[in-house]
Nanobody, 115 residues
Framework: QVQLVESGGGLVQPGGSLRLSCAAS????????MGWYRQAPGKRRELVAT???????NTAESVKGRFSISRDNAKNTVYLQMNSLKPEDTAVYYC?????????WGQGTQVTVSS
């Protein structure tokens, strides 16, 4: 079982930046596809970005050009750099690990964009 712990959320003004981190347990991190998802109140959870074991990335159109995902395999950590934040980015952000049919989720971290 993989444990995922997110950090870095908080309250930020529109136009500001935050960097989320997700630390994973275990020794197999480098082979996982890692992802960030978000869920706003009353809405379904949606994909934000993923990064494969080889470093290939996939980013949702709604955040493309503003958010970027990266990983540090030596630290078992995946990051989400969020720039030019908008009020509509307000949500709980969840980290996900995926390897074949096995997926795990973190507990989520709240991001609130408001003046």
């Amino acid at each position: 079982q993989v444990q995922l712990v997110e950090s870095g959320g908080g309250l930020v003004q529109p136009g500001g930046s935050l960097r989320l981190s997700c630390a994973a347990s275990g020794s197999m991190f480098s082979i996982y596809t890692m992802g960030w998802y978000r869920q706003a109140p009353g809405k379904r959870r949606e994909l934000v970005a993923t990064i494969s074991s080889g470093g290939g990335t996939n980013t949702a159109e709604s955040v493309k050009g503003r958010f970027s995902i990266s990983r540090d395999n030596a630290k078992n950590t995946v990051y989400l750099q969020m720039n030019s934040l908008k009020p509509e980015d307000t949500a709980v952000y969840y980290c996900n690990s995926q390897y074949k049919a096995q997926g795990y989720w973190g507990q989520g971290t709240q991001v609130t964009v408001s003046s």
